[in-house]
C-alpha cells in the first residue's frame, strides 16, 4: 500500500490534466446556479410581457456567461487543490449576491442599495476572479500569454456597459426611455462578451479535457431539469396547506413525464455522442471551435428552453389544488402557454443543432417535433391547463421515442463505446486503489 503522508499538498493553484473530470467543488458552484436560474424565472412570471422576456433573456445570457467562466477555469486549473477553493468560495458568494440582485437589475426600487448598481459590481468581480485565474493559469503558454490583452480586455469593456447602465441617471430619462437605454447598455455588453469568444480560439486556448469539458455541461443540464422540477411543484407558494388532489398528481405525473423527455432526449445518446467526437479531436482550433460553438454558444438556447419551460410550469400545481379551480383547470395565460411549449420547442430544435455541428447528423424526428409543437400552440391556448400539459407531455414522447428509433445504430455504437469507457476507467481506478490504498 501506498504512503501518503509524505505528500504535500500543493498551496497555490496547480494546472489541470487531459484526464481530468468534474470536481465536487465544482457542483458547489453549481449550487449557487440553481438559485440564479430559479430566481430569474421568479422576477419573469412577476413581469409577464414582451419586456420582461427580453429582460429575462439577456439576464440569462449573462448568468451563463458567468458560468461559462467557471467551467473554463476548471478546465485548466485543479479547482479542489491549493488556493482554488477559497477563491471559489468567494466568487460564488459573489454570484449569489448577483443572482439576489436579478429582479432589480433593470429598474432601481426604493430602499435598500441600488440594484443595478450591485449586479454590475458583482458581475465584475466574478468575471475578474474567473479571467485573472485562467490567465495566471496559461502564462506559460507563449500563444495565449501573446494574447493576454486581447483576452482581458472584453470583460472590462463589458462590465463598464453594464455599469454605465446602472447609472443611468433618472433625471435625464424616466419611465420607457430609461428601461429602453439600460437595455441596449447591456445587449452591447452581451455582444463584446460573447464576441470575444471567437477571440479566444484565435489566441490560442483550447479544451485541455475533453471528459470535463462535456460533463460540466451535461450537468448544468441536469440543474435547469431540476429547475423544472422545483418550479412543478413549489409554483407561486408553497403547496403545503393545499389539498391533494387528482388534478395535482396528474400534474405531476405531466410534468415528470416532460422532464424525463427532456433529459432522455439529451442525454441517452447525444451527449455521449457529443463527448466522444470532442476526444477525438486532437487539433487544439478544431477542438477550441467545437468546445465554442456547440457547448459555450448551443448549450445556451438549451438551458433558455428548459427555463421557459418551468417558466410555463410555474404555479400549475397550486391551481389545480384550488378547490374553486375546475377539475381539469382553466386555459393559461397566453404567455404562460407559449413559454411552456416554446421552451421545448426550442430545447429540440437546439438539439437538431447540436447534432448538425457536432455528429454531421440531421435529426428529422426531432425537427418534426418542433413543428408539431408550433401547430399545437395555438389551439392549447383554448384548452384547460391539465389537457394542454397532456397533450406536450405526448408530442414531447412521441418525439424522443421516433428519434431514438431513428438513432438505433448510432446509438448501440455510441452506448457501447461509454460503456467500454466506463469499465476500462473503473478496472483502472480498482488496480490503482489495490496498490496505493
Known amino acids: 500500500m501506498g504512503d501518503a503522508r509524505g505528500i504535500r499538498w500543493p498551496r497555490a493553484i496547480l494546472p489541470s490534466a487531459p484526464g481530468s473530470r468534474t470536481t465536487r467543488l465544482?457542483?458547489?458552484?453549481?449550487?449557487?446556479?440553481?438559485?440564479?436560474?430559479?430566481?430569474?424565472?421568479?422576477?419573469?412570471?412577476?413581469?409577464?410581457?414582451?419586456?420582461?422576456?427580453?429582460?429575462?433573456?439577456?439576464?440569462?445570457?449573462?448568468?451563463?456567461?458567468?458560468?461559462?467562466?467557471?467551467?473554463?477555469?476548471?478546465?485548466?486549473?485543479?479547482t479542489d487543490q491549493g488556493i482554488a477553493p477559497l477563491v471559489g468560495f468567494a466568487v460564488?458568494?459573489?454570484?449569489?449576491?448577483?443572482?439576489?440582485?436579478?429582479?432589480?437589475?433593470?429598474?432601481?426600487?426604493?430602499?435598500?442599495?441600488?440594484?443595478?448598481?450591485?449586479?454590475?459590481?458583482?458581475?465584475?468581480?466574478?468575471?475578474?476572479?474567473?479571467?485573472?485565474?485562467?490567465?495566471w493559469a496559461v502564462r506559460t503558454d507563449p500563444a495565449v500569454r501573446r494574447r493576454m490583452p486581447v483576452l482581458a480586455l472584453p470583460f472590462l469593456i463589458?462590465?463598464?456597459?453594464?455599469?454605465?447602465?446602472?447609472?443611468?441617471?433618472?433625471r435625464l430619462f424616466d419611465g420607457?426611455?430609461?428601461?429602453?437605454?439600460?437595455?441596449?447598455?447591456?445587449?452591447?455588453?452581451?455582444?463584446?462578451e460573447y464576441g470575444s469568444g471567437l477571440v479566444q480560439q484565435r489566441a490560442g486556448w483550447t479544451v485541455l479535457s475533453a471528459g470535463h469539458w462535456a460533463e460540466r455541461h451535461a450537468l448544468i443540464i441536469m440543474v435547469a431539469l431540476g429547475e423544472s422540477i422545483i418550479a412543478l411543484g413549489i409554483g407561486p407558494g408553497t403547496t403545503a396547506a393545499l389539498p391533494l388532489t387528482w388534478p395535482v398528481i396528474i400534474a405531476a405525473f405531466l410534468g415528470i413525464?416532460?422532464?424525463?423527455?427532456?433529459?432522455?432526449?439529451?442525454?441517452?445518446?447525444?451527449?455521449?455522442a457529443m463527448e466522444q467526437v470532442l476526444h477525438r479531436t486532437r487539433e487544439r482550433r478544431t477542438r477550441a471551435g467545437l468546445a465554442r460553438d456547440v457547448y459555450t454558444y448551443l448549450h445556451l438556447p438549451l438551458i433558455t428552453g428548459?427555463?421557459?419551460?418551468?417558466?410555463?410550469?410555474?404555479?400549475?400545481?397550486?391551481?389545480?389544488?384550488?378547490?374553486?379551480?375546475?377539475?381539469?383547470?382553466v386555459p393559461l395565460p397566453g404567455f404562460d402557454m407559449l413559454a411552456l411549449f416554446g421552451g421545448v420547442a426550442l430545447y429540440l430544435l437546439t438539439l437538431v443543432l447540436l447534432g448538425s455541428r457536432m455528429l454531421g447528423a440531421a435529426r428529422w424526428p426531432s425537427i418534426g417535433g418542433v413543428v408539431l409543437?408550433?401547430?399545437l400552440t395555438p389551439v392549447a391556448t383554448r384548452l384547460p391547463e391539465l389537457v394542454a400539459l397532456a397533450m406536450l407531455a405526448v408530442a414531447a414522447m412521441l418525439t424522443v421515442s421516433a428519434q431514438t428509433v431513428v438513432d438505433a445504430p448510432r446509438r448501440r455504437r455510441v452506448r457501447q463505446v461509454a460503456l467500454e469507457?466506463?469499465?476500462?476507467?473503473?478496472?483502472e481506478q480498482t488496480r490503482w486503489r489495490g496498490h496505493h490504498l
Open 421 to 427: 469507457e466506463q469499465l476500462a476507467s473503473e478496472a
Open 158 to 170: 463589458a462590465t463598464g456597459l453594464i455599469l454605465a447602465a446602472a447609472m443611468v441617471p433618472q
Open 92 to 135: 460564488s458568494a459573489a454570484v449569489f449576491v448577483l443572482a439576489l440582485s436579478l429582479p432589480k437589475a433593470f429598474v432601481d426600487r426604493p430602499g435598500g442599495l441600488p440594484g443595478p448598481v450591485v449586479f454590475a459590481v458583482c458581475y465584475f468581480l466574478v468575471r475578474a476572479t474567473q479571467v485573472t485565474v485562467f490567465l
Open 26 to 78: 465544482e457542483l458547489f458552484y453549481d449550487l449557487v446556479f440553481v438559485f440564479a436560474f430559479l430566481n430569474v424565472t421568479t422576477a419573469t412570471a412577476g413581469n409577464p410581457t414582451p419586456r420582461g422576456l427580453v429582460q429575462f433573456l439577456v439576464v440569462l445570457a449573462l448568468l451563463w456567461w458567468c458560468w461559462s467562466g467557471f467551467a473554463v477555469v476548471g478546465n485548466v486549473v485543479r
Open 373 to 375: 409543437l408550433a401547430a
Open 176 to 192: 420607457t426611455a430609461e428601461i429602453a437605454l439600460r437595455l441596449a447598455l447591456w445587449l452591447a455588453a452581451l455582444g463584446v
Open 306 to 329: 428548459v427555463i421557459l419551460f418551468a417558466l410555463g410550469l410555474k404555479g400549475l400545481i397550486h391551481e389545480g389544488a384550488d378547490p374553486a379551480t375546475p377539475t381539469w383547470g
Open 257 to 272: 413525464a416532460v422532464v424525463a423527455a427532456l433529459w432522455w432526449a439529451y442525454f441517452d445518446t447525444l451527449a455521449l
